[in-house]
Nanobody
Framework: QVQLVESGGGLVQPGGSLRLSCAAS????????MAWYRQAPGKERELVAR???????YYTYSVEGRFTLSRDNAKNMVYLQMNTLKPEDTAVYYC?????????WGQGTQVTVSS
């Protein structure tokens, strides 16, 4: 059974940085396209960034140039480096595969950008 555990969130001022980590219980990271999703209060969950097994990345327009997604297959880890954070980045961030594995959703990690 796949388990994904997110960490690294917190409270940060606008313009600050955070690095999120996603730990997988299996080696799915090296097989699947992995992604970070986020859900802000009152909004639907959205895909933020994804990385293929071959290392190709995609970023949603609102984070392109500010966020960087990386993967460490040997450690079964996926990372999201978030720079120049904005209040609109405030959300719970989750990692999962593309396409999504419903039973793999973790608790997420809260990111709050506020002065």
């Amino acid at each position: 059974q796949v388990q994904l555990v997110e960490s690294g969130g917190g409270l940060v001022q606008p313009g600050g940085s955070l690095r999120l980590s996603c730990a997988a219980s299996t080696s799915i990271i090296s097989i699947y396209t992995m992604a970070w999703y986020r859900q802000a209060p009152g909004k639907e969950r959205e895909l933020v960034a994804r990385i293929t097994s071959g290392g190709n990345t995609y970023y949603t327009y609102s984070v392109e140039g500010r966020f960087t997604l990386s993967r460490d297959n040997a450690k079964n880890m996926v990372y999201l480096q978030m720079n120049t954070l904005k209040p609109e980045d405030t959300a719970v961030y989750y990692c999962n595969t593309v396409p999504i594995i419903d039973r793999a959703w973790g608790q997420g990690t809260q990111v709050t950008v506020s002065s």
